[in-house]
């Protein structure tokens, strides 16, 4: 009997790869980074300090995650990416701010969550505009599950929040419908 590998709720899309991008995963990834360890890890250790933590999943490019992360000087965030470019760009623009309390890690979401974040240990989670996968045949790679949403739950702190953004009105139904059954969620949004 074959196991299958886990469905993944992205696909590594071949796009640009600028020289930019590329000098920055060489030469910045190993000062802004954190890399995959089947281990947990300690974020205050990592940040050199204790301020709220912040969970941002699928930074994409990155500019949101860094402008946020320049407004907040006070909080510390550390980006999940998977997509080479922007892994890059976001270093770019750590290193072009000088943002000290920004850190991205290059990897899948799922194993980072289950193997690096211990339970309460994050002030919040950011999931923006995630792949809506809108054929029906696809729903199944929707990162907004009832289990993946139970292990974001885990991680946060008791009062912590999760806000999540899309702009398919198919994904927001189906992301409110998961987000309503999760026990230790309270909407706070209106309509």
């Known amino acids: 009997m074959s196991s299958h ?3 993944r709720s992205y ?3 071949q796009g640009h790869f600028s020289s930019a ?5 060489e ?3 190993p000062r802004y980074g954190i890399a995959f360890t089947e281990a947990s890890i300690e974020l205050n250790q990592v940040f050199g300090r204790t301020a709220p933590k912040i969970l941002e999943i699928g930074s994409g490019m990155g500019e ?4 946020i992360a ?3 000087p006070d909080k510390d965030f550390v980006a999940i990416e998977v997509h080479a470019p922007g892994i890059g760009s976001l270093l770019n623009q750590i290193e072009k701010r000088g943002l000290t309390n920004l850190r991205i890690i290059p990897h899948d979401a799922k194993p980072v969550l289950q193997q690096m974040l211990i339970d309460a240990s ?9 792949d809506p996968w809108p054929k029906a045949r696809h729903h199944k790679r929707r990162l907004i599950q009832p289990d993946f949403v139970s292990l974001l739950c885990s991680r946060l702190k008791p009062g912590g ?5 899309t702009d398919w009105e198919d994904y927001a139904i189906h992301s409110l419908h998961v987000l309503n059954s999760e026990q230790r969620l309270i909407n706070t949004a209106t309509d």
Do not use: K, M, N, S
């Open 27 to 29: 030469f910045l990834l």
């Open 161 to 165: 929040y999760l806000h999540i953004a």
């Open 11 to 13: 696909v590594l899309r």
């Open 21 to 25: 991008q590329r000098h920055a995963c």
């Open 5 to 7: 590998p886990p469905i």
């Open 64 to 67: 949101t995650t860094a402008e």
């Open 122 to 130: 994050l002030d919040g989670i950011h999931i923006f505009f995630p």
């Open 70 to 72: 320049a407004q907040h």
